[in-house]
């Protein structure tokens, strides 16, 4: 009897199920969609029953569509969109709340009033390797305390529950017997001590956050309990959890320290693993918690960095300038001519993120001519999205004291070979493409599967079948050189600090 494991990929806008072979093969794949709901601008929240119901969906539609028979399933690995806040009632399961989604910034003025304290701010990255932001899960907890009538009373009679995704679907699949989370999400709520690998007092107080909401935090190889939701195939073991990032980094094999990851969508993440060291960065990238094997003896750590506006710099090419009918094209556009001509484009359309931080720049085009044609702009555009990871990945060299020997990279974007190359070459490194981007639904697998021995270890994974497209460098250090040169000369012409 052929046996599978189950990878959940929860996202921001739609749920997924994947089917993994003992090959390490995705062999089904089911999504369904849910809405997102605005309720007034700059909130963003999700429907916690929409969450849940397209997840099962999701997972119900897949083991039919492939014929699987719940008994050859043999666990479920579980990654997330990070920093979404759900509160729920444990005696009823039912949220209070609407879950409040990473991208919301409701609670931006309370965070710019802790930060008034320099003292303060600091020593909330010294202890969560966070930049304090309303991104991550604690202000967005304590205003649903505060806001929502009679939730911190009830918060401290212990009769509320507080979790991110993973949390949330862990206690709907287990039927509430399980609250727990992994360390990769605990990290990202801006509660957890990364050093001391706790739930923080100092934090906690902080934020005015009763420590009974807060779940079991356990590594991401773990038991979670097992499927008991009446919805769901039964007795089912739960045994990976880790955020998406990591989960991706995980996926991608990226298990030993210098190892990289960049992951291209709307904008792009890019992690570094760094060991068992948690690097501090003066670049003001994240330290986070990577996901672990079970042999790897330890907790591992990563540094990260965003690239606000990747992919959504070809949708705006194509839906607000009209230049590409497809962004799919952009590949063969940017290839029709020889280079830009001296074009660059700073996507600063929310501000430039890390190395330089400056949250009031904005997009701009420069080396425009009366030669200028729409593909050196698409060209362009694509080079942008390279020289912001180069920027990021040779900062996370100098935090991390070491030299990446290549890049592995996932995401739709991934896809454009004209995009990869160029990274490639203005890298200097090869840039690693597997032939299936489902690094993080992988990387939910490969955690549950090594957690009950599915696969031995990771020398097991290590000896799967790959099939991966590689992209060598080309071009001089003279070229690489001039063209950088370009670049941040047009970065500092839109530097507003």
């Known amino acids: 009897m052929k046996r599978y494991v189950v990878a959940l990929d929860q996202g921001t806008t739609s749920s997924r199920a994947m089917l993994v072979d003992q090959n390490g093969k995705i062999v089904g794949r089911m999504q369904r969609p849910f809405p997102q709901i605005y309720p007034h601008p700059g909130w963003v929240e999700h429907d916690p029953a929409d969450i849940l119901s397209s997840q099962l969906g999701a997972l119900t539609e897949l083991l039919l569509a492939s014929n699987v028979d719940p008994s050859e399933i043999d666990s479920i690995g579980i990654t997330n969109q990070r920093e979404t806040t759900l509160i729920w009632d444990r005696e009823t399961g039912k949220p209070i709340y609407n879950a409040i989604v990473w991208q919301c910034r ?49 918060a401290e009679e212990g009769k509320l529950a507080f979790g991110t995704v993973d949390s949330w679907l862990i206690w709907k699949l287990t039927y509430g017997a399980v609250h727990a989370t992994d360390m990769t999400n605990a990290c990202r709520t801006m509660l957890y001590n990364i050093h001391d690998l706790t739930w923080d007092p100092w934090l906690m107080e902080l934020f005015d956050i009763p420590a009974s909401l807060m779940p079991e935090v356990r590594h991401s190889a773990a038991s979670f309990g097992v499927t008991a939701n ?37 904008g792009c993440f890019l992690l570094m693993n760094t060991g068992h060291e948690a690097c501090a960065s003066t670049h003001g990238l994240l330290t986070t918690i990577a996901a672990s094997a079970p042999e790897m003896n330890g907790v591992d750590y990563a540094l990260e960095g965003s690239v606000f506006i990747a992919g959504a710099l070809l949708q705006w090419l194509r839906d607000e300038l009209g230049l590409l009918d497809d962004v799919a094209r952009s590949s063969a556009v940017a290839q029709s001519v020889g280079s830009t001509e001296g074009v660059y484009i700073v996507p600063a359309f929310t501000g430039l993120g890390a190395p330089w931080w400056d949250a009031e720049a904005r997009g701009a085009i420069y080396g425009l001519t009366r030669g200028t044609t729409s593909a050196h702009i698409i060209r362009a555009a694509l080079e942008a999205l390279a020289y912001q990871t180069c920027d990021l990945l040779r900062s996370m060299e100098e935090d991390a004291h070491t030299m990446l020997r290549s890049l592995n990279v996932d995401g739709g974007a991934s896809q454009n070979d004209f995009l990869m190359q160029f990274q490639a070459d203005i890298l200097g490194l090869p840039v690693r493409r597997p032939c299936d981007a489902e690094a993080t639904a992988l990387g939910a697998a490969y955690l549950s599967g090594l957690t009950t021995g599915f696969w031995k270890d990771l020398d097991a994974l290590r000896a799967l079948p790959v099939c991966d497209e590689m992209f060598n460098p080309q071009g001089t250090r003279a070229w690489r050189r ?3 040169a370009g670049w941040h000369e047009a970065i500092g012409r839109t530097r507003t600090n």
Do not use: H, M
């Not at 008034?116 to 205003?143: N, Q």
């Not at 298990?255 to 990851?261: E, Q, R």
């Open 482 to 484: 001039a063209l950088l």
């Open 230 to 266: 009446p919805g769901v195939a039964q007795g089912i073991p739960i045994c990976g959890v880790a955020g998406d990032q990591q989960a991706a980094l995980f996926g991608q094999r990226c298990w030993d320290a210098g190892d990289a990851k960049n992951t291209y969508g709307t």
């Open 106 to 154: 409701r609670t931006a003025p309370l965070i710019e009033r802790l930060c008034e304290d320099e003292t303060c701010a600091r020593t909330i990255t010294e202890k969560t390797g966070l930049v304090p932001d309303p991104y991550f899960s604690a202000s967005k907890i304590a205003w649903i305390l505060d806001e929502v009538p009679g939730a911190r009373q009830r």
